[in-house]
């Protein structure tokens, strides 16, 4: 046999062993017997979804963590239509803004701060009702997503901005939300 016969022999041979340790590694992985210590079982039946009442004002916050929870929901196969029982109840407890950024306005006898960013942060919490008047369970706790916005000096784009901000940190707090609802592991702390 040449040369060429044997290396071709030997790199099938790698390549079958190769492929035995990836299959058995797979196995393995797939039967640790891992499970997230403080995620509980997932919930067996579907949710319907369904707003609390507000403390705040921001239906653009309000709608986009709606559409949040019903986006994770759904991703896992537990989102059912309608209005029924069981649902999962969201409630928007907290929109904020601050100044990320700051810059001193030229041309000024004086120097007059400017914010030139702005993060703004939603915070909500859901739980899942059973019946009507049955006790809650599930409950999240509070949880708050923070996006980040430029401030210009043209209202019009900073308010088109600071909306599209608001709704981002909403939609993403409500996937969050939607994640401990289904009792995924879900970071507890978020900067701001």
């Known amino acids: 046999m040449n040369s060429l016969g044997s290396e071709t022999i030997r790199f099938a041979l790698h390549g079958r062993m190769l492929q035995a340790l990836l299959i058995g590694a797979s196995v393995s992985l797939n039967q640790c017997g891992y499970t997230p210590a403080y995620a509980g079982a997932r919930p067996s039946v579907q949710l319907t979804v369904s707003a609390a009442p507000s403390l705040v004002p921001e239906s653009g916050a309000a709608t986009a963590l709606l559409n949040g929870v019903r986006q994770e929901l759904s991703r896992a196969g ?115």
Do not use: C, K
Request: aromatic share 4%; glycine share 12%; proline share 7%.
């Open 78 to 192: 537990a989102l059912r239509p309608g209005t029924g029982y069981p649902r999962a109840v969201v409630q928007l407890l907290r929109v904020d803004e601050f100044a990320s950024g700051m810059a001193v306005q030229p041309g000024q006898a004086w120097a007059t701060p400017l914010a030139r960013g702005s993060a703004v942060g939603v915070m909500a919490r859901a739980w899942v009702e059973e019946a009507p008047g049955a006790p809650v369970y599930r409950d999240t706790g509070d949880v708050r997503r923070v996006s980040t916005v430029s401030v210009g000096t043209n209202l019009v784009v900073d308010a088109a901005s600071h909306d599209a901000a608001i709704e981002s940190a909403g939609l993403h707090t409500g996937q969050a939300l939607g994640r401990r609802l289904l009792g995924e592991v879900e970071p507890g702390v978020e900067p701001l």
